[in-house]
């Protein structure tokens, strides 16, 4: 699987880079591919209020409560390396970009929209049904070899709902159209994309649509 993709969209060069949300090792691999590919501006695939969040979080750190599935997450991951939170790439975004004087642009959907999605697709039995799968999924084997086809392997079993799949395909779709609209009404040409891996292929898949 393909870590770094690399796409021309009109008049600007993007490289994608689908990064393992909690291993401390990415920052270190995040920071060779800016470095070799030098963009003009970072586009985060996180909502504003998590950018939000992440900037005071940097000026005044807080503790953080991770939910169920995110503590069973970490807890797989971490035969792969160290975890951290919040996400070490995106930090790593954060203190590159602190260096370098760019502008980071979230690309998610807005908490807003988001909850008026989850609203429409998720009943009260889905989210029963969603609860439930959290000790079969604890109780599951992960031998995945690498930490990407962890991660694709995690993705998979927690959005087996449809419902909850539906979901993560709108945020795809949504991001794609976020790209492509800052693309067009912007004159950079070397652009980086940072998103969490398992989003990647479908945000993708729907540029090279268009």
Known sequence: MSRSVKKQLANAELLFFGTVKGLVKERAELRVKFDDFEPEVVLLGIAPEELKGLKKYLKEPFEIEP??????????????????????????VFSILKEKELEIVPIDMPDKEY??????????????RHDMRKRKIWKMRFDDSTPEDFVMHWDREINRIKAFREIEQEREKYMASKISEFVSKNEY????????????DGVLNRLNAQ
């Open 115 to 128: 909850t008026s999605l989850f609203v429409k697709k998720i009943d009260f039995f889905k989210i029963m």
């Open 67 to 92: 939910d169920d599935y995110e503590v069973i997450y970490a807890k797989k991951l971490e035969r792969y390396g160290e975890v951290g939170i919040p996400v070490p790439t995106y930090l790593e």
């Open 189 to 200: 040409r070397k652009i980086i994309v940072v998103l969490e891996l398992e989003r990647m």
